[in-house]
């Protein structure tokens, strides 16, 4: 089987570790670098998590750690949703000390590092906050730009945000990163808030998922709510929206969008600017984006199960 070398930068974060879990069951994805940034909880957090997710699974993709988000201040975590820990009620207690997985170079260095000694293309999925990929295109874009595939993209949101009226939070981190990366004019595609949430993990999804195997259980509990906090009804599935597109793109529907993001607002900073054939709509200078707005909400839930099933052969 061909398969797809994936760079993925993210902020565990309870989607993005079930993301990642997803991730490294598929045989169709190589998984050849982790990169953390800062976003759900602050960078050590986040480096910690993808080291200890990995631990747990018994992988040993290399994980290189980021930068904090440059629009995140200290009240801008999510704890609420993913917890103090940013692993929700995931309980582990793997000590991630020496297990040879953190690099000493930087995020940027070890994206550079990769892709210049790749022999195909490589896909970047973004699970969190663009500052990572924002630095790599604005440092080292003319270099490393021939070497990437496409980039993949969970954040945004074509009306209302989850930060604020109309800002999603992963872009509401570090706006002109996004701004940035918007503009590479590398192929995009993007999965907005009004995909994921059509995907709702419910209260019975979850329990199925726990019996499935240990890593079942283990994301069953990432997808609970935090301890101490109501139960929630129903969980989206933001970030494995990423992974499931890259496999089976035929699981959405997408159409090309040219997007901005308002870097400045008063009331609407980090605001993706999706147009959508308004009469004013500016000409522009670089390529659309290919926006997903639906998902099959059945296929992508089956594809969740089955995909961790298979953990029950991995040893993990």
């Not at 902020?11 to 879990?21: F, W």
């Not at 704890?79 to 040879?100: E, N, P, R, W």
Request: aromatic share 6%.
């Amino acid at each position: 089987m061909e398969t797809t070398p994936v760079i993925i930068d993210t902020d565990p974060g309870c989607d993005d570790a079930l993301a990642l879990m997803l991730a490294l069951a598929s045989p169709e994805l190589d998984i050849q670098l982790i990169t953390s940034t800062a976003g759900n909880v602050p960078i050590g957090l986040t480096t910690h998590n993808a080291r200890l997710i990995e631990d747990f699974l018994g992988t040993k993709v290399p994980i290189a750690k980021g930068f904090s988000a440059m629009s995140v201040t200290e009240d801008g975590y999510d704890d609420y949703h993913h917890g103090a820990t940013g692993l929700g009620a995931f309980q582990c207690d793997i000590d991630v000390t020496g297990d040879g997985l953190l690099l000493p170079e930087t995020a940027v260095q070890a994206q550079v590092d990769l892709l210049m000694q790749a022999q195909k293309k490589v896909t970047i999925v973004a699970l969190g906050p663009l500052t990572n990929l924002a630095v790599l295109l604005r440092d080292y874009g003319n270099e490393v730009r021939p070497h990437i595939s496409r980039l993949i993209i969970m954040g945004g949101a074509f009306g209302r945000g989850n930060i604020a009226p109309y800002t999603e939070f992963n872009i509401g981190c570090d706006p002109k990163a996004a701004a940035t990366v918007f503009s590479s004019g590398l192929p995009i595609t993007l999965l907005p808030l009004e995909a994921a949430n059509m995907a709702l993990l419910t209260l019975d999804d979850l329990n199925e998922l726990s019996q499935l195997n240990r890593v079942g259980k283990a994301a069953s509990e990432l997808m609970s709510s935090p301890k101490g906090q109501a139960p929630e009804a129903t969980k989206p599935l933001f970030d494995p929206s990423t992974i499931a597109y890259l496999i089976h793109p035929e699981f959405f529907k997408t159409d090309s969008y040219h997007v901005e993001v308002e870097c400045e607002g008063t009331y609407t900073q980090g605001a993706t600017v999706i147009y959508q054939g308004e009469k004013r709509e500016p000409q522009m200078d670089k390529p659309p984006i290919n926006v997903a707005y639906s998902v099959d909400v059945g296929k992508f839930k089956a594809w969740i199960r089955e995909t961790l099933a298979r953990w029950s052969t991995h040893g993990a």
